[in-house]
T-cell receptor, first 117, second 115 residues
Framework: DTAVSQTPKYLVTQMGNDKSIKCEQN?????MYWYKQDSKKFLKIMFS???????INETVPNRFSPKSPDKAHLNLHINSLELGDSAVYFC????????????????FGAGSRLTVL | AQKVTQAQTEISVVEKEDVTLDCVYE???????LFWYKQPPSGELVFLIR??????QNEISGRYSWNFQKSTSSFNFTITASQVVDSAVYFC????????????FGKGTKLTVNP
């Protein structure tokens, strides 16, 4: 039973299109994240939600809109895709937020590779 | 500001060699956490270890060991008797309260273990 699952695993699309990536976790965690890994393997946080509330938004273009319908789901919608959006997007979850929450271990999904042509 | 530096971009060794992956971090907080993650060629990110800033004891887990030294702000990772299956990109990461507790990654070290 996959702990953090993302769909789709691969996504190839044209510039200007809109696409979504879905993420679900069955660990009972309170906090979910989106990370972007670029072609040089650099991993950078994009967003974090705790119990459906946005807590981290790392100066990501507003073409990217995360949505958390409940604490087990965090979806990422991207409008007007650009070539530079090509990357692997990782969803992750962790136990909670609050004092000492930095100690929480992130469990990552398998990643969604987005290619914009 | 938080920063994690992994100066070794790529390392190549022959099986059974020992190899050390370096990690140097910067933080202004006294309470922080350090992590190592492994990303094998299949692409998933696998948690290896978490260490808090108050625990400087070295840790050993099988062929893996970690050396945490606050005096040099380093958290190095050693693989003893490396195996081909150890080939992966290894990431060091830092989480502190000044950074809203988000996990900041180094750029990773790609380790190739040749038979």
């Amino acid at each position: 039973d996959t702990a953090v699952s993302q769909t789709p695993k691969y996504l190839v699309t044209q510039m200007g299109n809109d696409k979504s990536i879905k993420c679900e976790q069955n660990l009972g965690h309170d906090t979910m994240y989106w990370y972007k890994q670029d072609s040089k393997k650099f991993l950078k946080i994009m967003f974090s939600y705790n119990n459906k509330e946005l807590i981290i938004n790392e100066t990501v273009p507003n073409r990217f809109s995360p949505k958390s319908p409940d604490k087990a789901h965090l979806n990422l919608h991207i409008n007007s895709l650009e070539l530079g959006d090509s990357a692997v997007y990782f969803c992750a979850s962790s136990q909670g937020l609050g004092r000492g929450a930095g100690a929480n271990v992130l469990t990552f999904g398998a990643g969604s590779r987005l290619t914009v042509l | 500001a938080q920063k994690v530096t992994q100066a070794q971009t790529e390392i190549s060794v022959v099986e059974k060699e020992d190899v050390t992956l370096d990690c140097v971090y910067e933080t202004r907080d006294t309470t922080y956490y350090l992590f190592w993650y492994k990303q094998p060629p299949s692409g998933e990110l696998v948690f290896l270890i978490r260490r808090n800033s108050f625990d400087e004891q070295n840790e050993i887990s099988g062929r893996y060991s970690w050396n945490f030294q606050k005096s040099t702000s380093s958290f190095n990772f050693t693989i003893t008797a490396s195996q081909v299956v150890d080939s992966a990109v290894y990431f060091c990461a830092l989480s502190d309260q000044g950074g809203s507790e988000k996990l900041v990654f180094g750029k990773g070290t790609k380790l190739t273990v040749n038979p």
